[in-house]
């Protein structure tokens, strides 16, 4: 499905480190100066899911295949990049490109990473990185209104699109971001073609010190406060430890490190599960002996959308959906006692599949 979450930030706040850490198919090179990432790197990501390995114990395969995203690794945004400043240009033809953002944020101090803007300060780093999507958003909705106002004079669907258009502008000029605003689904239709930045969903990471990566620190707490009202995720943790964590290819050695440090769990896990979350996706598995596969889907797919993501003949075929509930499945132990006992359902194209649906397809090839 090639969904993207892109990660963005201020220069020397952790991005590729944080790239280096969860990408498990490319590596970005993490230096102490500015736009050591000219090009985007991009990186497929496993979604942890304790799920598939408790289905893979019930159905023995002979491989389990996880679903994954693609994080991207995009150069560091500096103040005027609206403008062309630094890789101003090149950085938000990047970012419009994602589906999602993370944002890395600097929540530590370390006089030996260098910062233009000063003494540490999440909040002011947080608003030039919005004020930069705000103003290029700013002037792609211009643009069109330009376009459109003629227009609108004799077509009652853009009089209605224009409103929509100059609803945004105002928004912007007040320096809010357009996933604040709240438009209806209608209303989304007449900026779907500009793709604007600041529509698109956040997810912030607060990059704080080892000292701090269980409690976060007065940084992180500024983020915090700075985010209450947008509706969106802060994850506090320490992008060196995280890297160092993903290098180690001895799961023995990983377990070892993290009791040292005393996790759980790879705050990565929590990452990718939150991107995951924010970009609105499913997952459901197919289980047979040849192998446990997740496959990604949008909230709200219909069963031969799902089978699409198989095969688009799969889609394009369709007749119908033997479908099993993950807890059913797991209670029951083979699709043979769920068959048995009921729980095997055979489900038509208007069924809605839910998160962690066990299913098989049946079509005309």
């Known amino acids: 499905m090639a969904l993207q979450a892109g990660i963005v930030g201020l220069p020397n706040v952790g991005k590729s480190t944080l790239f280096n850490a969860v990408s498990n198919s490319a590596k970005a090179q993490a230096s102490n100066y500015r736009f050591c990432t000219i090009d985007p790197n991009v990186g497929l990501v496993d979604v942890p899911d304790p799920r598939m390995n408790k289905l893979a114990e019930l159905v023995q395969p002979n491989r389990i295949v996880p679903t994954q995203i693609e994080i991207v690794d995009i150069a560091g945004l500096v103040r005027g990049a609206s403008k062309g400043e630094g890789l101003g240009n090149k950085f938000l033809g990047n970012i419009r490109e994602v589906d999602a953002i993370i944002h ?14 000063g003494a540490i300060n999440p909040i002011s780093d947080k608003e030039i990185i919005d004020t930069e999507l705000q103003l290029k958003d700013l002037e792609s909705v211009e ?22 258009l100059q609803e945004c ?19 989304k239709a007449a900026i779907a073609d500009l793709f604007l930045l600041t529509d698109k969903p956040v997810l912030y990471v607060a990059n704080v010190d080892e000292a701090s ?12 406060a700075a985010v209450k009202t947008e509706k969106a995720e802060v994850i506090v943790m320490c992008n060196n430890i995280e890297a160092q964590i993903a290098e ?4 023995d050695d990983k377990q070892l490190f993290m009791e040292e440090y005393k996790m759980t769990e790879p705050a990565l896990d929590r990452l990718i599960h939150s991107a995951y979350k924010l970009l609105n996706l499913y997952t459901y598995f197919t289980a047979g ?15 031969p959308q799902a089978a699409g993501v198989i095969h688009t003949d799969f889609e ?8 099993i509930a993950y807890e059913d499945f797991i209670k029951y132990g083979s699709e043979a006692a769920c068959r048995e006992v009921g729980k095997l359902r055979i ?6 599949v839910k998160d962690g649906d066990v299913m098989h397809f049946r079509f005309n090839v």
């Open 248 to 251: 180690m290819d001895s799961p």
């Open 289 to 303: 002996v040849q192998e446990v596969r997740a496959w990604t889907i949008h909230e709200g797919w219909k069963a």
């Open 143 to 164: 643009k069109k209104i330009q376009r459109t106002e003629k227009l609108a004079k004799s077509d009652q669907k853009l009089k209605a699109e224009l409103e929509v």
């Open 104 to 117: 890395v944020i600097r929540c530590f101090e370390d006089e030996n990473i260098l910062r233009d803007e």
């Open 213 to 224: 990566m269980h409690t976060g620190n007065r940084f992180s707490e500024m983020l915090k």
């Open 347 to 352: 489900e038509g194209k208007e069924y809605v």
């Open 316 to 323: 394009k075929g369709f007749i119908k959906a033997e479908v």
């Open 169 to 187: 502008k105002a928004h912007l000029e007040k320096g809010k971001s357009i996933r604040e605003l709240d438009l209806s689904k209608e209303d």
